[in-house]
């Protein structure tokens, strides 16, 4: 792959995922048990990047997916959730994917992410409200994410085994 290919694949992923972070924020929460729970579908594409491109590249598609939906349409503290639980999710899916697949699947690393996604934020919220108590929301958030991540995991699983390009990068991938 070119690095000009490369450029524009990672701008593509990077646009696919704000534009879907901005889709799901439009929609009303989904979970009543888990107030402010959200289904996290831009990690989709940060599985895809995961698997398909490096792991500066697939940071790289993180970074300015959360730069750019917070600038068009977030806040600091949106930010700071976002940052900080993409951070630990993202380097939690990247320490897992590592294991191999003969030990994990794309799933077992969304899952992974999802529960990590959520335990980066309510760290965040913790030091802002200054108490751990805010931790006690954890087993709710990861029941959540667990189920989240489950199916975020089948659809990636799904668009990686079926859309012809991907195989292409991820074959790209698994040479280097």
Do not use: C
Request: hydrophobic share 55%.
């Amino acid at each position: 792959m070119t690095k000009n290919q490369r450029l524009v694949y990672i701008a593509l992923l990077a646009s696919q995922a704000v534009i879907i972070t901005l889709l799901e924020r439009a929609i009303p929460f989904p979970f009543a048990i888990a107030p402010g729970a959200k289904l996290g579908l831009a990690n989709i594409i940060t599985l895809m990047a995961l698997y398909t491109l490096s792991t500066k590249d697939a940071g790289k598609v993180v970074a300015i997916r959360i730069i750019l939906a917070t600038l068009l349409g977030g806040t600091i503290s949106s930010f700071m959730y976002s940052a900080s639980g993409a951070l630990l999710s993202f380097l939690g899916m990247w320490g897992v994917k590592k294991l191999g697949s003969s030990r994990i699947s794309l799933i077992g690393v969304s899952t992974t992410g999802a529960v990590l996604h959520n335990v980066g934020q309510l760290v965040v919220a913790s030091w802002i409200a200054q108490t751990w108590t805010v931790l006690l929301y954890l087993p709710v958030l990861s029941l959540v994410g667990i189920l989240s991540g489950i199916a975020i995991g089948i659809v990636a699983n799904y668009l990686l085994t079926h859309v012809e390009k991907l195989h292409y990068y991820r074959d790209l991938q698994e040479i280097d």
